[in-house]
Nanobody, 120 residues
Framework: QGQLDESGGGLVQAGSSLRLSCAAS????????MAWYRQAPGKEREIVAS?????????YATYSVKQRFANIRNNAKDTLYLQMNSLGPEETTMYYC????????????WGPGTQVTVSS
């Protein structure tokens, strides 16, 4: 119930692009603000980007991410996307999506994540 499933990760060379997807099942995400996170081994999970329920407001954690990533949602498909361009090896880690709305019944639910590996 109320699952999020990330996909689209993989092994790419530095400078390449990937498009991550976050598909909802057993719940809808169209009414909720959503966010992408990433967590490297031994480090805390950090937010990468967030997007309001309508898609009108999008925030990125850093200027570098803002320049290269695009946080997109398709509410008709209950799917969230993260277009990542010009990837660097330092961005090798697991990526997750999650609700960014505290009153969402599934606010605490995390998906299994998708692994992004960027070779130099």
């Amino acid at each position: 119930q109320g699952q999020l499933d990330e996909s689209g990760g993989g092994l790419v060379q530095a400078g390449s692009s990937l498009r991550l997807s976050c598909a909802a099942s057993g719940r809808n995400i169209s009414d909720y603000n959503m966010a992408w996170y990433r967590q490297a081994p031994g480090k805390e999970r950090e937010i990468v980007a967030s997007i309001s329920w309508s898609g009108a407001n999008i925030n990125y954690a850093t200027y570098s991410v803002k320049q290269r990533f695009a946080n997109i949602r398709n509410n008709a498909k209950d799917t969230l996307y993260l277009q990542m361009n010009s990837l660097g090896p330092e961005e090798t880690t697991m990526y997750y999506c999650k609700s960014d709305y505290h009153d969402d019944p599934y606010y605490c639910n995390w998906g299994p994540g998708t692994q992004v590996t960027v070779s130099s």
